[in-house]
């Protein structure tokens, strides 16, 4: 089993930063991509932005040129840096991954989730 665990989210003013951070571990035989999702109260829960182990990126419209994603391959570990948040930004941020375990397919995981908090 792969476990994620998140950590970095919080509140904030609208036009502030926060960096989140997400840890890959057990007993990883590969990551396929890691990534980050949201869900509003109410809403589905959306791509925000993923980045794969060669470090191709994707992101949501909403927020390119605002948000950054990256990884240490090594730690299998990913961040989102957000900056110039917008209230419409809130919501519970989800670490995603694909990734294998030794004998087993590709599967994806999720962590638990971290609350985001913009505030106009």
């Known amino acids: 089993q792969v476990q994620l665990v998140e950590s970095g989210g919080g509140l904030v003013q609208a036009g502030g930063s926060l960096r989140l951070s997400c840890a890959a571990s057990g007993s990883i035989a590969n990551i396929d991509y890691m990534g980050w999702y949201r869900q509003a109260p109410g809403n589905q829960r959306e791509l925000v932005a993923t980045?794969?182990?060669?470090?191709?990126?994707n992101y949501a419209d909403s927020v390119k040129g605002r948000f950054t994603i990256s990884n240490d391959i090594a730690k299998n570990t990913v961040f989102l840096q957000m900056n110039s948040l917008k209230p419409e930004d809130t919501g519970v941020y989800y670490c995603n991954s694909r990734a294998r375990v030794p004998g087993l397919p590709f599967r994806n995981y999720w962590g638990q989730g971290t609350q985001v908090t913009v505030s106009s």
């Open positions: 980045i794969t182990s060669r470090g191709s990126t």
